[in-house]
């Protein structure tokens, strides 16, 4: 594979995702040269306590500024340990990789005050790798006058748009959100709330787990209507589009506002699936309209019991995998984030104004040399 490869221009990009749900890094290397190719992939899980001050940083607090700088160097170091198994598993040596698109781990977004904030240092990145790191996609379009997010509509327009039917995809992360990709007309984004980061919060405030495997909990609990009619009372899901959101919104201090420890532990993580679920099928129905296919992909897919939930409340709509359309569903967002780079090494716009809001398409990304 690699012969022929050195053959041609390369056109190899890594792309790198680290989440809402804070579970750790997706590396994925991708060829570019037509249609994208995975071909291979790597996953890392945070060290507890890596995650824990990454989690931390999440809201206001003592000397941030330095422990945010200090986890973003820890972060990075983390990064090139995905990317350098991953070379090494796919027999690519590092010099065949044009650039690596670096997401970065967000504990802050602030659209609405002009900001944004994905922890990572591109220049450790690029000196441990020896390769071009392309990071910081958001900014661009926040300055003009954008959400900054979602980014991977694009992505998906590109990858998963068809000339017949109007699909939609979903993105089941920490925050979810949709893409609605008619066969013509204008694409359509946003975050439609929470995915699993109340899940995963609810779970391991009660339990001590990371997160809710396959939903089995939230599958012995029964939702508690008159809390779920709260929980979707909050404006949030009541905006329209252009929007985005994450955990300064949608956190364990949030939920906790509606005097939820008096209940069973189960019954409340039902009620959340079907936050999630309800809330999802709800922006289908009011934006969406016409559409007649829906796609999961992010790591809310594994969730049996969540995707059991949102294909009862679209039960008009057939519901399934983006492995039907050709990529699994756990690398569809790193994918994107390699698909980015090259955008930005081609000086190519990559946003979707009339998907973040910004007054115009943007270059996305500053490019760190080697």
């Not at 579970?23 to 992939?41: E, N, W």
């Not at 390769?131 to 990858?159: E, K, M, N, T, Y």
């Amino acid at each position: 594979m690699s012969g022929s490869l050195q053959r041609r221009p390369s056109e190899l990009y890594i792309g790198l995702m680290s989440g809402t749900s804070l579970d750790g890094v997706d590396a994925a290397l991708v060829d570019l040269r037509s249609r994208p190719v995975l071909l291979g992939t790597e996953f890392l899980p945070y060290p507890k306590a890596l995650k824990a001050v990454l989690f931390d940083l999440q809201a206001p607090s003592r000397d941030e500024l330095h422990r945010a700088s200090l986890a973003g160097i820890r972060l990075s170091g983390l990064y090139a340990t995905a990317a350098s198994r991953l070379l090494r598993k796919c027999r690519i040596p590092p010099g065949l990789v044009r650039a690596i698109g670096c997401h970065g781990q967000t504990v802050r977004h602030r659209p609405q005050s002009g900001y944004t904030v994905q922890l990572g240092s591109p220049a450790v990145l690029a000196d441990r790798l020896g390769i071009p790191v392309v990071a910081d996609f958001r900014s661009a379009d926040i300055a003009a006058g954008g959400q900054g997010a979602p980014l991977v509509p694009a992505f998906h327009a590109a990858v998963f748009r068809s000339e017949r039917v109007h699909r939609v995809v979903v993105n089941l992360g920490g925050i979810a959100n949709l893409t609605s990709l008619p066969p013509r007309g204008k694409v359509k984004g946003f975050d439609t709330g929470p995915g699993n980061v109340l899940l995963d919060a609810w779970i391991a405030w009660r339990l001590g787990k990371d997160f809710d495997r396959g939903g089995r909990f939230a599958s012995r609990g029964r939702p508690l209507q008159p809390l779920l009619g709260d929980l979707l009372a909050d404006p949030y899901f009541h905006r329209s589009p252009p929007k985005s959101t994450g955990r300064d919104h949608f956190n364990l201090a949030w939920l906790r506002r509606f005097g939820v420890a008096r209940h069973k532990a189960e019954d409340v993580q039902a009620t959340l699936a079907e936050l999630s679920a309800r809330s999802i099928a709800s922006a289908i129905a009011r934006f969406c309209s016409g559409a007649s296919e829906v796609y999961l992909c992010g790591g809310g897919a594994r969730n049996s019991d969540l995707v059991r939930r949102i294909a009862r409340a679209l039960p008009d709509v057939p519901v399934a995998s983006t492995l039907q359309l050709g990529i699994h569903p756990d690398w569809v967002e790193a994918m994107a984030f390699a698909w980015l780079a090259q955008r930005r090494v081609k000086g190519e716009t990559a946003n979707l104004p009339e998907v973040t809001g910004a007054r115009n398409a943007r270059v996305l990304g500053s490019i760190c040399a080697a």
